[in-house]
Structures are given as C-alpha cells and as structure tokens.
C-alpha cells in the first residue's frame, strides 16, 4: 500500500522499531496497524476512551492477525500515534480497502461495531463514524444496518 500507509509507516513506526531488521518487517503488518488505526478513531468517537474500548481493540488485533503477546504492545503504540495523527479517512480507507474483498470489508465493519459496543453504550458519535467509513468501504447500507443489528444483539444492546 503506498501514500498514507508508507507515511504512516516512515513517521510513526519507525519511532516505535530501531533496527533496519524491523522496519522490514513492518510492511508485513500494515494492515493489522490499518485496522487498528480504525478501531481506535471509532473508539475515540464519543469522546471517552474506555479500557473496555482498548481491550475489545487488543482482542480484534490478536484474533484478526495472530499477533503474539509481545508485539501487541508495539502494535498499539504504533496504532495511538497513527491514530493521533488525524488521518484523512477519505484517503486511508481508500488505500486499505483497496484490493480488499467485500466480506473482509464487512468483517472489519462488524469489528468497528465491536469495540463502539464494547462500553455497552452504542453513542450516535460512534454510529456515523462507521456509517461513513462502511460508506467509504461501498458496503451496502442493507449490510450496514445487518451489521450494526447483529453486533447490537452480541452485546445485549436494545436494537431499535
């Protein structure tokens, strides 16, 4: 992936990894960090970042990309400093859904949800943050609301 992937890659990752070794094997992980990225913007939409929040991202990362316990870590740091950065959505989730396909895009909604969930309190905030990143994605707006059912009920929120 190249643009803001690479200058997310160049600015903030290699303040996290020092060796050369490292920032090689970087490029092996942007998407999970893109991933990330995304899971803390939507955790930070209602402008309370809970434990809860940071704990469902660790376990999205950890299931999604078989990350070990000690590049979790890493991982994190690099996803907060990314995150503080204030991406152009626009631009970050063109490049990531790029040559993504469409169920991997519904995974990642329905993990969006997931952590927006996680504090069990569903914000409005957090809602069209995801409407417009599963907008950027091209997810079907029938999809969206299956999705946004289906983790509601996960949760145990009321669906209405």
């Not at 990752?13 to 899971?39: F, N, P, Y």
């Not at 809970?50 to 660790?58: Q, S």
């Not at 079907?140 to 949760?155: M, R, S």
Request: overall charge negative.
């Amino acid at each position: 992936m190249a643009g803001m992937l690479d200058s997310l890659r160049s600015n903030v990752i290699s303040t996290v990894w020092k060796s050369e070794a490292d920032r090689k094997a970087v490029v092996d992980i942007d998407d999970k960090i893109a991933l990330g990225v995304l899971l803390w913007i939507v955790a930070e939409a209602d402008e309370k970042f809970l434990p809860e929040e940071e704990k469902k991202i660790k376990e999205v990362l950890v299931s999604y990309g078989n990350i070990k316990d000690d590049e979790l870590s890493t991982i994190m740091v690099s996803v907060q400093k990314a995150a503080e950065r204030r991406i152009d959505l626009y631009q970050f989730t063109n490049e990531v859904s790029e040559n993504l396909p469409y169920k991997h895009k519904i995974s990642i909604i329905e993990n969006l949800f997931r952590v927006a969930c996680a504090d069990k309190d569903l914000d409005e905030n957090e809602i069209e943050l995801i409407r417009k990143i599963s907008g950027l994605f091209l997810i079907a707006h029938k999809d969206f609301i299956d999705i946004k059912i289906k983790i509601k009920k996960e949760f145990g929120l009321k669906t209405l």
